[in-house]
Structure formats: structure tokens, C-alpha cells
């Protein structure tokens, strides 16, 4: 007989890893048996295939001849054995057992496997016989399913049915074994008994080796005549005893082995209460007692064995409270913090193999979506499913889920659980930890259909993240806790009693507020079904900003105009807090509203807050530069280029809106986008006349200089040429910034960017565009005093950048003269100050309520602060600023103004600041003065911090800085004291 070749590379090539083993295992194969040895090789450890292969041999006959010429046999018996230990073992003791896995193996139906184990457990006459006989047919049943799940070609697919047989199998040993248990318990037949599948046992879910959760419920049986055999309290006992044999039969050990532990912890109280109750007495419980959590585990009940009519009883009697348990205040809340309270309680080196109860892990993907059945549930039946997939799947289909997300968590809940059975099945334990030896790892990596130690590792890695992602975008979404916090009468909008809501919530338009909800939510279509999940959370929140009415009815717009895309409604359902932040934004501003109606693709900046940060001065300048150059028209070209200010500015308002920037970072972000788009319309004006090589910029003034501007401010600039152009090369630059205004100034869907000259020498009277040399020669004979202080905010705008600086080094003695200001000169701007307060303001305005004007607003602040630079910037070079408030700060540190006085200051810019900022988003028209409407006061109010009814307190304590300013302003500008 001619050996098999046992050579280190003959071995090594099929996998084997322990050679000495190998060889004396194989020592008397001859070479017809290369087949099997093959075979062996493709287990997923062939290893212990081939050692377990060697000890059946003593106990089936002909066992190595059989696997080369039964290919079925090799097949199954080998992959059941490479791939759990434990059930090699119950094959050593029970070697008959091989011959079942001599025909290709199929799961077993529910009736089937009952049938075996009654017949089993029947032919025994004592009750012991007869439990040894379950637990041995039991586990013959269990070798069936384990063959077929270990043979499948997609094991993650087959998982369902794997775990639904494992289910099934439970189901008929609870039934076998409470018959056993009837024949124990004496008088047994004088109560009902139903046995309630609670968990994975009641989702039809079970693992290989999972504890299963149940409940009794028990009743008097009755008689002929239909009345209670004997009373409750007898019905009772027999109920426990019945239940607790029941209990012991399927939990002992033996030497036919064990099945697994029947647990009743989720019954009521616990292992506190009484193992058994009948209805009444459950009906009592869940109405009075039961907690949230309770009501939850009950979201999988189900009749398994007994009396399966009362076990629906019992059902019908819990059911109400599993969906309306979404109604108890904080469940949301609670039901987080309970899985939070899990995490922390896994110890610290399991908490990154913990597959069941860690981050990342089964349970992640179990509570979110029970979280989601549970709130949604209550007025959707589609959602009222025990199994995880099955409720994922109805999760999707009815838009609580993106499809997207719904496939990876299934194919993430399928992948975790094979991971999971392949753990438990090796040594039939109860476990959930992925194993940390390699070769332990090995054989579950090659058992899943992954290569190696590492792939596994990897590939539960990467999977635990990608639940966890998912996890906290379901399990923690805003949406969903809004949704859970309105009672389920109250989520079906379009009822008559919705009305009563829409007035109570604070719409004043209810007949339009219901016309928008029925336009957006009826249907059956996909939209349709997101929109009726959002709106009740939508309606909440626009109800805790200024404008109710407002915020719903520009939402209409909004899904009306992106409805069809793919992301917009995904994106509210699924981004976080998203549909929230839109939500105060629509009934806040105005303004902000304007500009999405016109770019509303913008609302994906609301996605994240980072999106929500303004962006730099670079990032703008080229991104308004790439829309620009993609145009050769220079009126499209900046068309192009004032849409993308127009998002930016929007990016602005929603931040300011939500309260992620202050007045300073709007300031400085507002100035950056209008730098940014006037640098790039320049160059496509240049491009279009002519000039690119010609040295034009502009010098920035006022706001824009101060990078201070506001949401309504005008581009204040001076235009300024090199000395040495032709004339016609003057005359096409002339063209180019009379063009520039054109376009800049120009009506259209996005806001205008007027450019004032009025700050240039001469102001309306002087040319608009100069040379160097005659800025040089202007500001060296003719400056004013006035044009001194209006160079303070001078800086470089745009354009040639050289030449702009020039300028600015031209008038730097005339706005930081040495020695400060003559008393000529410092008399001269306060009589320009009175003359503007008392010219420029407004008819009929009311001067307390005016920002800029008014005691104490920003001019008062604004020219305080310039006349002390310059004063005094000769001497303190820090004073050299275009800003407001570094001035101001910097007069405070060099002693030039107190601290009170320079914090009163402070406080009055910034709060007049604020108020016209937020007039503008509120109202989506500049102002200067307090909205006189009652509404609009309120909603200004609101958004600054003070409450939804603060215009009052608004009013009052603007007045109370103003007036700390103005008494600053007398003593320091006016000289007053």
C-alpha cells in the first residue's frame, strides 16, 4: 500500500500548522485517501479536522473509506468538525450519529423536529429517561442545523433561517419539555400554563447557545361546564411547579448533556416576583408598575409552548402599553442612557471584543431600531415587528431608514451574528467575545470566508465602526426625541383636533399651516412618508422660534424646490440635528430664507456645524474666482460670482442664527466675502475690457476697510491707477470701474454690492479715479480733517495690492499725524458730529432706539475711539488699526481710557452691532432703528437671548448701555466733564 505523502510542503500546503500531530494522524492512510486529506485542507482548521477525524475512527467503522468514496459525508462531517469542537466531541460519544450527515442536510421544520422530540421523550417511561432523551435528541437536531449553516456556500445570508430553526428547535424542546413536566407535577392538569417567548427567543433569533428568556402565565383550568376546576391560588401553585420542572429540564446538567438556561428574569419584579401570575394579576402589574423597559422587552413576546391561547391573552393585554411606551416622558432619554449604562459597565479588556454589548456591537443595531419601532410604531403598524431585520426592513420601507443606511446595518447584523454563532458553536458556550488567539481567530476568520487572524480583526473593526456611526446618527438623533416627545394623538396633523395644537404651538394661520402640512405629507410616496415623520419635529421647533407661521411656510418652499432630489430630505431625516437647525433658521430670518430660496443646495450647510464656519479669505477668493473664470461674458461671470457670495452669505446668517459666531466673526466673515467677490468680479471686468495688465486697485474705506460691514452695508472704496498709464489705457481702466459698480450694483436674484466712492478727495465732486501721484498731491494740499478721520479705515481692497499700499503710505501722516489733533482740528469734527446727528437722522425717529445715530450708538462709539487715534496712534503704534474694537482695547491697555469706560464702550458697539445685525436677518430689510412692529421687536428679542416675549427687556436694557456710553461720549469726545 502505497502512503500518503506526509512531507513538510504536502502538509503545510493543506494548512495543517502542527506537523508532528499531522504525521502520526496520518501514518496509516494510504494514498487513495489525498481526497479527504484535501478536503481537510479547505476547513476552516484543518488541524482539528483532521485529529478529530482520527479519534471517530475507533468508534465508526470503515470511517476514513467512507469519506473518500461519500463525498456528502466528507463534505458535511468534516466542516461540522473543523468548525466546532463541541459537537466533534458529542460525535465521539455518540458516533452513531455520522450516519445523519450521510445525506446532504436541510433544516428542519418546526413540526418535524417537534414530532422527533415527542417521540423521543414518549418512549421513555420515567421522567428522567425522558429528559435524557430530549437533551440527546435535542442535540441531534442541533447537529442538523449546524450542518447546513457551516456547508453554506453565503452563511452571513442564510443567517435568519439558521437562527430561525435554532428558534424553532427551542419552541418544540419548551413544548417537550413541559409536557415532561406536566407527567412530574401531579394535578398538573387542573391549570392553564402559557409559556411567553421573550428576546432573541421571541424574535425567532436565537443564537447556538443562547439563555431563553421567558415569562408563565397560568389560570384554573375549567371544566365541562366552563367554570374553574379548582381556585387561584391552587392554579397557582401547580402553575410554579409545573414552570419550575419545566425550567430545571431544559437548564440541568447531565450525562446526556444540557440544552440551555431557561431565564424568567424579565418577568415582573424580576427574580424578586413570583414566577408565575395570572392574568389579572399581570394586567395589574403592566397598568400600575411595569417601567418603560419593561414594556420594551415585551416589543418581542410571543407564545411558545402551552397554552398558546391565553399567551395571546396576554399579549392583547401588553401590547397597548409596547406602543404607547414611546408617550412616557423621557423615554427617549432613558432608553439612552440605560445602553450608556451598559457600555460602561463592560469591562475595560473586553470593550474592544465585546460583540454583543459593545460599541459598535449587536446590541447598537438592536436598540436602534427598536428605538425607532417604538416612537414611530405608535401610529405606524407597519412598524410592529419583533424581529431586528424584519423591523429594519419595514424601518426602510417606510422612510424612517435610508435605504443605504438600512443595507449596511443589515449586512452589519448578519456579519456580527456569524461572528458571533461561529464563537459560540466551536465549544457550544455562551459567549460573545472575539477570541485574542491567533489560531482561535484563524478558524473563525476561514469559518466566515476571510483568509486569515488579521482579515477577521479587521473586518469586525471596520464593521463595529460603521455600526457605531450609524448607531449615533439613529439611536441619538434629535428628530427622533422631538418625535417622541409629542403624544401619539397628536402626531396625525391633518385631524381637526391638530388645530387646536397649530394655535396652541403658536400658528396663527392654522387653515394655512394645515394646507402646507397636506401638501407636503400626503401621498404614498417615498417623500411623502419622510415628510410625515419630520413634520410633527418640525412643528416643534418652529414653534420655538420667533415666526411659526414663517419657518413652516418657508419650509414648504424649500422641500417644494429640492423635494426631488435624492439627499434633501435623507439628509433632514438622517444629519443629526439638521432638520432642527433649519427649523429655527426658516422661522428666525428673513434674510437667511431669501437667500436659500434662490441657492436652496445651501441648506446641506446645516448638515454639520464645521460646514457652518465662515470661510477663509483665500478659500473664498478662489472659489469666487473659479465660478468667475468659468464665464467669458463678464455679466454672467459675475452673476456666477455673486451666487457664490450669495451661499456664503447664507453659510454667514445660519451661523449667526444658531449662535456659532458673534458680531466680530460676522463682521470680519461679511467683509471677507465682499473682498473676496469684488476681487474676483474686478478680474473678469479686466478680462473683458482690456486692462488685465493695467495696475488698477481699490483702496478699502468705512466698513469694509474696518472689516467691520454688516449683512446691508455698501462697499466703501477709493479707485486708484499707476502714474504712468496712456491715455488710453486710463480711459479703458476708467471703463472697467464704471462697469464694475454696474455689475456690482446691478438688481438680480442675489444681493447687491454697491461700491461708494463718496469717501474719494473731494468726495461727489472729485473724479472717480485718480493716479498715485494725485492722491500724493491731493493729500499733501488739500486734505480735510474729515478725509484724516475717514483714512483711519482705509486699507488695501483689491486689485493690485503695490499700489494700493502706496496710497496708504501716502496718507499715513495725515491719519496718524505726530502731536495728535490741533484744537482747530478737534473742534472741526465735533461740529461734523452734531451737524450728522441732527441732518442725518432720520425723519420722526426716535433717537433712543436708533444704533448708529442715537446717544450712545456706534457713532458714538466709533468716533470717540478715532479721535483718540488720532490723538494719539503717532505715539502708540497698537492704535494703527482699521478695527473698532482693537482701538478701543488698545486705548484701555496704553491708559488713554479707563477700564469702565473703554467696557461700557465695548458693550454698546457690540449690543448696537447685534441689534442691526439681527433686525436685518429678522426682517430681510436693513435698519438702523428697532423694529416699531411688536412681532418683529420680539423676534429680534428672541434671537438675541431674550425669550420669546423680551422686546421690553430688550428695549430697556439697550437703553441702560447706551446711556453708560453716551455719559463715556460726553467726558471723552465732548469734552464734557
Known sequence: MTRLDTGVTALLRRGLTDLDAARTALADWPQEAAPVLDAVGLTPDPDLALTSVQRL??????????????????????AVLATSQGLGQHLERHPHLVEDLTR???????????????????SEEDVAGAANALRLTYRRLLLRVATVDVTAEDPAALLPDVAGALTDLADATLVAALDLARREVEGSEQVRLAVVGLGKCGAHELNYVSDVDVLFVAEPA?????????????????????AAAMTRICSAHSLAGTIWEVDAALRPEGRAGPLVRTLSSMRGYYERWAKPWEFQAMLKARPVAGDLGLGEEFLALVHPGVWSVGDTPRFVAD???????????????ESGREMKLGEGGLRDIEFSVQLLQLVHGRTDESLRTSSTLEGLEALVEGGYVGRTDGAELASAYRFERLLEHRVQLFRLRRTHLLPTDQADLRRLARSVGLRDAEAVSEAWQTTSRQVLTLHRRLFYSPLLEAVARIPSERLALTTGAARDWLRALGFTDTEGALAHIGALSTGMSRSAGIQRQLLPAMMGWFAEAPNPDHGLRAFAQVSQALGSTSWYLRALRDEGAMAQRLARILASSRYAVELLRRSPEAVQLLAKTEDLVPRTHAQLCEAARASGRRHADPEK???????????????????????????????????DISTA???????????????????????SMGRWGGQEMSYASDADAMFVVADDLEPEQRTAASAAITRLRALMSRPGPDPALPIDADLRPEGKGGPMLRSLGSYRSYYQRWSSTWESQALIRATVGAGDVELAQAVLDVVERLRWPEGGLSETQRREIRRLKARMESERLPRGADPSRHTKLGPGGLSDVEWTVQLLQLDHAAEVPELRTTQTLPALRSAREHGLLDADDAAALEEAWVLASRVRNTVMLVRGKASDSFPTDPVELAAVAELLGHGAHGGSHLLERYGRVARRARAVVDRVFWDEG
Do not use: C, N, W, Y
Open 677 to 699: 467677490t469684488i476681487e474676483a468680479a474686478l478680474e473678469a471686468v479686466r478680462r473683458d475690457t482690456g486692462t488685465t495688465d493695467v495696475p488698477i486697485a481699490l483702496v
Open 335 to 349: 432608553t439612552q442612557a440605560m445602553r450608556r449604562r451598559v457600555i460602561e459597565l463592560i469591562p475595560a479588556r
Open 222 to 242: 375549567t371544566g365541562a361546564d366552563g367554570e374553574p376546576v379548582v381556585g387561584v391560588d391552587r392554579a397557582l401553585a401547580l402553575g410554579t411547579r409545573v
Open 104 to 122: 446532504p442536510a436541510t433544516l428542519p421544520a418546526r413540526e418535524e423536529m417537534g414530532q422527533e422530540l415527542a417521540e423521543a421523550t414518549g
Open 57 to 78: 475512527r475507533s468508534g465508526v467503522d470503515g470511517l476514513l473509506d467512507r469519506l473518500v468514496a461519500e463525498p456528502v459525508l466528507r463534505r458535511q462531517l468534516l
Open 637 to 671: 461671470a459675475v452673476t456666477a460670482i455673486r451666487s457664490v457670495r450669495r451661499r456664503e452669505l447664507f453659510r454667514v446668517a445660519a451661523a449667526d442664527v444658531l449662535g456659532l459666531v458673534d458680531v466680530e466673526q460676522v463682521g470680519q466673515a461679511v467683509t
